[in-house]
């Protein structure tokens, strides 16, 4: 079993690092800056072996440099960013089955955010690096793609089985959970799901991982096609992909 370990990074991004102890190896995800990394290996005692990015925003690439620079680690990331992140190793594409810290993983490609967004799902350790994709109770902006590739890009995450593990690139969790309360506020699971949020961001403790088939019937991002919600919400129209654009955009201005 993996050892994933949550890095804060500047105000509210989360790195990983995993750690395949009967393996010995290290992996990081989306090292934004390298400094907190380097201590917490440090303080572990750990090398570095592999780098993973799941899109090219500076924010989740901008330890890469120097993280290679001391360790000579494997950089793994989306073929789709070649011309965006330098020194790749390993250039992965949707649908492509890859060892990260010793497990087999699925990589998904999710435009949307960014065209060349990918997401790592290891179904082994029930547990998914969802980037700049999918959010507790959100979805990632969308930048370089278009609103049908974003609503695309989630249906393929939220296919896969509800027992897995979500850990998502930011903590940006109770300002959804105010739009979600917002849109959907007769939801008693999300309700009870904003309670437990509050009190642990009260403690200071991360809003991650969570769980996919929770987050199916409260996350309004996963439910545009839901007609159990989008009846309840005057959206003027029947279309997932326009409703889900409409609840995009009013997020936007929220």
Known sequence: MLEINIINAFSDNYIYIIRNETMKITSVVDPGESTPVIKFLKNKGWHLDEIVNTHHHHDHIGGNAELLKIYQSKLIAPVYDKNHISNIDILV????????????????????????????????????FSGDTMFYLGCGRVFEGTMEQMWSSLLKLRSLPNNTSVYCGHEYTSSNAKFANHIDPNNQLLKEAIIEIKNKRKKGLPTVPFELGKEKTINPFLRADDHNFTNSVDFKTSNPNEIFSTMRLQKDNF
Not at 102 to 127: N, S
């Open 93 to 128: 594409s949707d649908n492509d089955f890859i060892s990260i810290a010793g497990t087999r993983t699925k990589v998904i490609h999710t435009p949307g955010h960014t065209l060349g967004h990918v997401c790592f799902y290891m179904a082994d350790e029930k547990c998914l």
